[in-house]
């Protein structure tokens, strides 16, 4: 199959920071709804919704069932895009392909379409927070009592697409408050080169870490670009995989 244009699906351009573009983040997402065999409303300009299943995602494209009505199916071979919306653990998943062509799926009908350029992933709270694999850290430069400025390290409690949590080490001097704006954060995550975030500080508490005072808050992150968002969208998508495995080995 040829490799589908971008698509732009109603009211797509409000919702780009929930965007995934890399192909593997992609293909991740579309075999979610395989494995979990989740229910497809399709969709093509001018019909009604015709309702399928995900059954298989490969390389390039993605296999569904045939809707029951033969006259939805004939509907759907002959538009030129499709819309598809589907749930998957509470995540609203909305993405557009190009034209559908008829193939056989372990001896039955079947449509593949080629795989989406990209893929809306929106949940209800924006994004799960998750807890990092590993220390994962950041860096802080905040004012400290007096009118100084200075890097703090931090530790990164938990984190998703909109924010994260912050732990920082024992610090008198250190004051947090909630609207706090932290601009140049230097956020380094695993495996990635380090990026510089501006955080939004939401709430914030003195809390006993093994016996010593010190500093949670929780953050947002304000005006990520698109880069930054599949960046971090990346990350948090591994961690839920590691999260997925530990629980089907629990």
Not at 37 to 46: E, M, Q
Not at 127 to 153: I, T
Not at 195 to 223: E, I, K, P
Request: proline share 5%; charged share 25%.
């Amino acid at each position: 199959m040829s490799d589908p244009q971008p698509v732009t699906t109603e009211g797509e351009s409000l919702y780009e920071k929930y965007m995934l573009h890399h192909p593997a983040d992609i293909r991740g997402c579309l075999k979610q709804l395989v494995d979990k065999r989740c229910v497809l409303l399709v969709h093509a300009a001018g019909t009604d919704n015709a309702v399928s299943v995900a059954l298989a995602a490969g390389p390039t494209s993605l296999v569904i069932d045939v809707p029951r009505e033969e006259a939805l199916t004939a509907q759907l071979l002959a538009a030129d895009r499709l819309r598809f919306e589907s749930s998957v653990d509470r995540i609203t998943v909305r993405f557009a392909t190009g034209a559908a062509r008829q193939v056989l799926h372990e001896d039955l009908p079947a449509l593949e379409v080629p795989m989406p350029v990209k893929l809306m992933h929106l949940q209800r709270r924006e994004y799960v927070r998750r807890e990092p694999h590993g220390a994962v850290s950041c860096l802080l430069p905040v004012h400290v009592q007096g009118g100084a400025r200075r890097s703090v390290r931090a530790a990164i409690a938990d984190i998703g697409g909109g924010g994260l949590a912050v732990l920082t080490s024992d610090d008198s001097s250190l004051e947090l408050r909630a609207g706090d704006i932290l601009p140049d954060v230097l956020l380094e995550l695993p495996e990635q080169e380090p990026m510089n975030v501006t955080l939004r500080v939401q709430h914030a508490q003195r809390v006993d870490q093994n016996g010593r005072r010190a500093w949670r808050a929780g953050c947002s992150f304000v005006d990520l670009n698109v880069q930054e968002q599949a960046r971090l969208l990346r990350y948090v998508m591994q961690l839920d995989r590691l999260h997925a495995a530990k629980l089907r080995e629990f």
